[in-house]
């Protein structure tokens, strides 16, 4: 329990007792996809209290980068973001005793941004995208320029870090195994970023026998697509494959890819079912439908990482402002 947020007692205790309610995610059935010929069940990342998944992110690799010896108390940390990592990192830090700098883009959702300024960590925007490597790019420059500045941050480094998967696997796997009914599952679908939650999830259900595909952006070089850009954020990379995923690739049966309006279909057709869902819940919902069109597999789990609300309406077309549902028209 926290009596003062100026000083908290025992904050390691306290982290580990919040990541845990985090990691604590419901398995939800979502209903009949591709034309009834199959169903799918998401494990619903959006309901932490910060509305994103990657609240158990942020947690974990501190408490983990504190176990490994890595980061001492009062230490500042540093993390490239598109937004959702960093108010978790935010909130984390705030309870640790870390100071955390975030590098981010001008295209951060307004929501998101409030968020991490309330509280108490420090923001920095680059100011546009790198030519060849977008925002992902022009975020690590100006994130080096600073650790040369100021050497004495540790760097939570969620693309490279074995930490990252490190979390799923100590904290969500233990947490959802026993609410997925794995005999029911003939295949799984995860959208990638870094890939932390794919290779958790998937060495897990691997175990059991159970293919896992990723769905990824039209536009992501992970898989060695063309880079280009999109309007989601938190899939695919167009600077970089992570380690987290590029060491892993092993663990992937397939790769699908949507386009942004792939994406805005997706959402508004999981709204029409009472999920509101962010864009790349989209993309899951809309591969999860063709994995079923194009292979074998009938019952399908994903995951749904974030919330729609941060977005606005820019996949539910509901105004005349929606530019990305209007050029999918
Ligand atoms: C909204 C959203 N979807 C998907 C992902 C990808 O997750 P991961 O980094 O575990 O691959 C992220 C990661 O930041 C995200 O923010």
Redesign the pocket.
Known sequence: MIEDWNRIERPQLVARRMLEGFADLPVVDCGPISHGHGRLRAIYGMTTTES?F?SILGFGILLLAYEAGLLRPGQTVIEST?G??GVSLALAGKILGNPIELVTDPNIPVVTRRKIELLGARLHIVSGPHPTGGTQQSRVELLRALMAAQPDMFWTD?NDSDLNPAVYRRWLVPSVEPKLDVDWIDAAIF????????VGLSEMLRGHGIPCYVADRVGSATFGGRPGPSVL???GNMNTVPKVIGSNLHLVEDVYYATDEDAAEGVQELAQRGIYA?G?SGIAFKCASRLVAETSARNILTFF??RGDLYGDLFLGASPGAELVRAAA
Request: no cysteine; hydrophobic share 25%; aromatic share 4%.
């Open positions: 994103s990657k598109s959702s990592l969620q959208v990638v970023g870094t890939g932390g939650h794919f954020r938190g899939i962010g790349t990482p974030d």
